[in-house]
C-alpha cells in the first residue's frame, strides 16, 4: 500500500444465512469449521445471491455485500451512496471493526473513529463527560490529550448544560450532537459517518458539515461519508462510490457518482409497486401504482412549472377499513433528495366517506421551478396514535420543465425549489 493511500478494501464480502444466526444448523457449522482447519475454502461461499431485497429468492444465503474494491487516499472524502438496502451501513461497521468480513480484507493506516447510528460507543449509565473521556481511550489518546479538547468538544455539540448528565437522559440528537463532537475532535485518522447526521436539526448538520470539511481540507484526515442528501454529497465530498444490492457498480468523482446514481433510479415509473418489499406499515393497505395526470386527464411524466397537476395513488384494500380514518401523504423531493413540499389530508380538513380503488391529489398549479422530482407516499390511521399502513419511498420520477409560472412573459429559471405565491411591490 502507498504512503499517501490510507484505506484499501480487496474483495470484501459480507454474507448472511437469512432468518437464523449463524449457518443455521450444526452440520453447516461443523462444515466450515472442518475446511478451515484443513485449509480448504468454505463451500458455503460458492453459493448465496445478492442482496435484492424487492424479490423472493431461492437460496438460503445472501450476499449483503459482495466483491468490494476501492482505495482512499488521505485527506480524500469518500461518499457512498445507495437505496436503502445496498450495503452501506453493512460496508461501514465492517470498515469500523464492528463485525468482519466473509471474504476480502482491509489494509488501513492511523485510528479510526465512527458514528454509525445514534449514541454508537456511549455507555447510557455514564455522563457525557465521562463518555468523551472513554470514547477517547478507546481511540488510544492519553488523559492530557483529551483535556487538551473536551471544552472544544462540549461547545461544538452544545450540550454543556447536560455534559455531566447520563446519556440515558439525551434526546436522539443531542447524542448525534455530542457523537459527532467526540469523533470530530479527538483527530481519528478516518472518521466514518453513517446517515446518523439526519437526526440532527439544520444548524447542526450545516456545522458538521463544515467541521468534516476542516477535517478533510486543513487537517488533511480522511472522512467516509454515507447520506441519502445528495447536495451533501456533491458539496462535501470528493470521489464517490454507488452501491446496488451489495455490489459497487459504479466509482468516479463525487458529480458523476451522483449522476449515475439519479440516473439509475429513473426507471421506478415502471414497476409494480405491489412487488416491492421495500415498505413500511401493517399492510391493511397497499399502494398498487401511481399516475401523473395533467389537464386533460392524461398519464405523463413531465410537465411544465405552473401547470395543473394531478396525482393518483391506487391501491388494495386486504381489509375492511373505516374510511373516515385514513389520512393520505405524498411528498415531493428535488433530484438530491431534499424535500421540497408535502401533502397531507387532514391537515387539508379532507374527511373521506367512500374510496374507490384510487384517491387524487389535485394541484391547481404546479408551485415547483424546472428539475427533476420524485414523489414518496404515506397512508396511515389519525385515530388517537397514528399508525402507519404502508410507506412507500421513491415510488415516482417526474420531470417539470421550466414555465412561465408568474404569467409576466417571462420563463422562471431551473433550479429544483418550490415556488410560493407572492409579487414584488415598490
Known sequence: MSSDIILKVEGVGKQYRL??????????????????????????????????????????????????????????????????????????????????PTTGQIKTKGRIASLLEVGTGFHPEMTGRENIYLNGAILGMTKKEINSKIEEIVDFSGCLRYIDTPVKRYSSGMKVRLAFAVAAHLEPDILVVDEVLAVGDAEFQKKAIGKMQD?????????????????????????????????????????????????????????????????????EIRFSKVELLNDNNISVIELLSGEYAK????????????????VFGLVIYDQNEIKIADFYSDEMGVIFNHLDSYVDLEIPRLMLRGGNYYISIVVQTAIRVVQQLDVMHRVFNFKVFSGDYWEAGKVNRATNVALLEGKFKN
Open 19 to 100: 432468518g437464523l444466526v449463524g449457518t443455521g444448523t450444526l452440520s453447516h457449522d461443523l462444515n466450515r469449521w472442518w475446511n478451515k482447519t484443513i485449509g480448504k475454502e468454505d463451500p458455503y461461499l460458492q453459493v448465496g445471491e445478492s442482496n435484492d431485497r424487492s424479490k423472493k429468492g431461492k437460496s438460503d444465503y445472501v450476499w449483503a455485500i459482495q466483491n468490494i474494491n476501492f482505495e482512499v487516499k488521505r485527506g480524500e472524502v469518500l461518499g457512498i451512496i445507495g437505496k436503502n438496502g445496498a450495503g452501506k451501513s453493512t460496508l461501514l461497521k465492517i470498515l469500523s471493526r464492528v463485525t468482519s
Open 215 to 283: 477535517i478533510s481540507g486543513s487537517d488533511g484526515r480522511t472522512v467516509l461519508f454515507v447520506s441519502h442528501n445528495m447536495a451533501a454529497v456533491k458539496n462535501l465530498c470528493t470521489k464517490g462510490i454507488v452501491l446496488e444490492d451489495g455490489l459497487s457498480i459504479f466509482e468516479g468523482t463525487s458529480e458523476e457518482a451522483v449522476h449515475f446514481y439519479l440516473n439509475r433510479q429513473s426507471n421506478l415509473n415502471t414497476q409494480n409497486l405491489l412487488e416491492r418489499t421495500d415498505r413500511k406499515g401493517s399492510g
Open 311 to 326: 396525482f393518483r395513488l391506487h391501491m388494495v384494500f386486504n381489509k375492511e377499513m373505516n374510511y373516515k380514518d385514513l
